[in-house]
């Protein structure tokens, strides 16, 4: 079977670093995708790990370990439009659109 | 440049009606992914168009149907429409399958009662 583990709620301050964990267990790996998700809106991509280290695009970085099934996001310099739901997806085949994702992380940034 | 589109926006519908949802993929795009998301879940895969045909499905039950046109447009049909059918609906687009580049359309609210 699938299953992604995120924590379900975390709250940080304007101006501050966050890290938001996923770990995995997944029949089949090609990849882990990061989504941002405003309430009430569609997933927007983030970004997309398939080895091992970090990858850092802006204010957001990603990390994957496959040996560890275990991937983190990093958001830096939090500003209020960070407050949304992230989700981690793993692509189990070759297949973008046969993602599995996790219940989601909701990030609340208080000034 | 227009993203992938979704009509409705939101639905009321009943037990045991029927109900079929629409998605436009982003320009250049031939392939539609559909997820089901209910509320404080992440996304459930549904199924997967590609050439007109369902190339991949994940766990739903054969009331969830869909179709894809000529144009690359695609359909989301659901018979029998339980309580646990309330959701967002998300379509995905992507160019092929082998891509890890999908984009949401905004969603579709089904609420079933």
């Known amino acids: 079977g699938q299953n992604i583990d995120q924590p379900t709620e975390m709250t940080a301050t304007e101006g501050a670093i966050v890290q938001i964990n996923c770990t995995y267990q997944?029949?089949?790996?090609?990849?882990l995708f990061w989504y941002q998700q405003h309430a009430g809106e569609a997933p927007t991509f983030l970004s997309y790990?398939?080895?091992?280290g970090l990858e850092e695009k802006g204010r957001f970085s990603s990390f994957l370990s496959r040996s560890k099934g275990y991937s983190y996001l990093l958001l830096k310099e939090l500003q209020m439009k960070d407050s949304a739901s992230y989700l981690c997806?793993?692509?189990?085949?070759?297949?973008?659109?046969?993602?599995?994702f996790g219940d989601g992380t909701t990030l609340t940034v208080k000034p | 440049d227009a993203g992938v589109t979704q009509s409705p926006t939101h639905l009321i519908k009943t037990r045991g009606q029927q109900v079929t949802l629409r998605c436009s993929p982003k320009?250049?795009?031939?392939?539609v992914s559909w997820y089901q998301q209910a509320l404080g879940q992440g996304p459930q895969f549904i199924f997967q168009?590609?050439?007109?045909?369902?190339?991949q499905r994940g766990n739903f039950p054969d009331r969830f149907s869909g179709h894809q046109f000529p144009n690359y447009s695609s359909e989301l049909n659901v018979n029998a429409l339980l309580l646990g059918d309330s959701a967002l609906y998300l379509c995905?687009?992507?160019?092929?399958?082998?891509?890890?580049?999908?984009?949401f359309g905004p969603g579709t609210r089904l609420t079933v009662t």
């Open positions: 995905a687009s992507s160019q092929g399958t082998v891509t890890y580049e999908q984009y």
């Open positions: 997944t029949s089949g790996f090609n990849g």
């Open positions: 790990n398939v080895l091992d």
């Open positions: 997806a793993v692509r189990v085949n070759t297949n973008a659109g046969k993602s599995t």
């Open positions: 320009s250049g795009h031939d392939t």
């Open positions: 168009y590609y050439e007109e045909e369902e190339r």
